[in-house]
């Protein structure tokens, strides 16, 4: 059967979308051509659409995922440059699909939503919303409201850098403005950002201080030019895209067995162990250099750059590479645990997101005048990361575990919105004002997760943004996408409580 359309009055619901990243582009594209609703409006942070993609603009900043596969399933990129793509192409990518959809119209840029109340009465959400640009402050009612902010939004700076008096700045917050050259920089972090941004401006710098909390595990990449040739025959020949695109997803599937702990899957573990040490033992030639920068952990529990560049860019004579802690920070300079100081002219922060911090205390107040901070705690309680029982008609884009560690995060967000458009249809089809999912449903699900987690390296010893305070696992799904994707191909009804229209109810045209 196809999926209803519009209530049996001719109306649809008003749906608010927060975030106009890939999450909220998806949400809005898949209303429009799988719902013909248009009766939609997106609430974005920032000047401009792109979320992590137009905030992050620091030198080196690219997707770890191949650029194939990192794009709409349905809007697929024929142009890209490299294997792996930049920041900038990525930008541009989502740019075009935008205007393709006419999203931008659709968007209230520089907008921000400062509160979201259930009101039982309406059976609608009423946003509390402040405009960046002039101030204005509003309100909006709306039937349905779907958050795509994605977890990588708020940046992690540590208190103790407030007393550095030089100019200092996150990876998400480059400063663009600063000339790097002929200066003494620190860099502070050793994830993915860092991987990226040491080799981009190593060579740019007088001296590169490079503070490493814990080593990660490194492998290498390849990331060739997209030539003519193979753009012509991804565009022209009829299939070749769509085999390279689906061996691209299978081999990524694959490498979930890197993250099991299981027996079964302890060659696909060690050889990829034995890749990355044969990477870093060829690449650092350095003894002491080499112990620094190898990881104390297992391989998988935080998560694994790729980078070909990283360790030259570290063996470099201009770089010092820091184990120590750094235990105090006054005026430019740095001092560490081992007694060492040093004295910098900035700071590039690449400290990572609060990725824990899912909801703001206060901003969702849901069913029953619950604060849904207060009522998840450091355990998000969800059904699939999607829906939660205190939030009715509130649907979650990479909400808490259904974020990736070996495959693309667009499958994901698709699947996420393709679930969120049945349960809508679901809604217009039987008449509903209003859809929550059951507290059971949510509870087996947390459940199955936690003890599905025993089984995966993420939940092994070490620290990473993937844990909450208790060491449980709260941002990972914990099985492959196309486990994902099965288990939420049909909307299921029996997981949901449900509240009818009543015959007085508002029309939203």
């Known amino acids: 059967m196809g999926l209803t359309k519009t209530y049996k009055d001719g109306t649809t619901p008003t749906v608010c979308i927060i975030g106009a990243g890939f999450s909220g582009m998806c949400a809005a594209i898949r209303l429009q051509t799988q719902l013909n609703l248009k009766t939609y409006t997106i609430f974005e942070l920032e000047p401009e659409l792109g979320g992590t993609w137009w905030s992050n603009t620091y030198p080196g900043c690219a997707c770890d995922v191949q650029s194939i596969i990192y794009q709409f399933s349905f809007e697929p990129n024929y142009e890209w440059t490299k294997t792996f793509a930049g920041q900038q192409e990525i930008w541009e990518y989502q740019r075009r699909v935008a205007k393709k959809y006419n999203i931008y119209e659709k968007i209230r840029f520089s907008t921000e939503i400062t509160r979201i109340e259930w009101y039982e009465s309406l059976q609608q959400w009423v946003l509390d919303w402040i405009s960046r640009l002039t101030g204005e402050t509003g309100q ?27 100019p200092k700045w996150h990876t998400s917050q480059w400063n663009h403005d600063f000339d790097l050259a002929n200066k003494r920089i620190a860099v502070i972090g050793s994830g993915t950002s860092a991987i990226q941004v040491v080799p981009a401006i190593v060579d740019k710098v007088k001296k590169l201080e490079f503070y490493q909390r814990s080593a990660t595990w490194v492998i290498p990449r390849d990331n060739p030019k997209i030539t003519a040739f193979w753009k012509f025959l991804f565009k022209y020949v009829p299939f070749v895209h769509f085999i390279f695109f689906k061996l691209a997803y299978w081999n990524r599937e694959a490498t979930l067995r890197i993250f099991s702990t299981k027996w079964r899957d302890v060659f696909s573990r060690r050889f990829t162990m034995f890749v990355a040490w044969a990477h870093r033992y060829w690449q650092v030639r350095d003894n002491q250099l080499r112990k620094k920068l190898t990881p104390d952990y297992a391989l998988g529990c935080r998560r694994v750059a790729v980078s ?22 006054k005026g430019k300079t740095l001092t560490l645990n081992d007694g060492s100081k040093q004295e910098v002219d900035a700071l590039v922060l690449a400290t990572g997101f609060r990725v824990q911090d899912f909801v703001a205390e206060g901003f969702v107040i849901g069913k029953n005048k619950c604060d849904l901070s207060k009522a998840w705690g450091q355990a998000p309680k969800t059904y699939y990361g999607i829906a939660t029982a205190e939030a009715p008609n509130m649907f979650f884009i990479l909400g808490p575990n259904s974020v990736l560690g070996h495959n693309s995060v667009l499958f994901m967000i698709e699947t996420a919105c393709d679930y969120a458009v049945m349960a809508i249809s679901h809604m217009m089809e039987k008449n509903l004002s209003s859809i929550q999912v059951t507290p059971k449903a949510s509870k087996d699900f947390g459940d199955e997760v936690k003890e599905k987690m025993k089984g995966m390296v993420w939940s092994t010893k070490c620290t990473s943004w993937y844990k909450n305070e208790q060491d449980e696992i709260t941002a990972l799904w914990w099985s492959s996408c196309t486990h994902y994707w099965w288990r939420l191909r049909k909307f299921r009804p029996q997981h949901f409580s449900v509240v009818p229209r009543s015959k007085s109810a508002a029309v939203h045209m």
């Open 308 to 329: 070909s560049d990283y360790y030259p860019a570290l063996s470099k004579k201009n770089v010092n590479v820091h184990t120590a802690a750094i235990v105090d920070v």
């Open 140 to 166: 909006m009612q709306a039937d349905v409201v779907i958050s795509g902010t994605g977890p990588l939004r708020l940046p992690q700076i540590p208190k103790q850098f407030d007393n550095f008096e030089g």
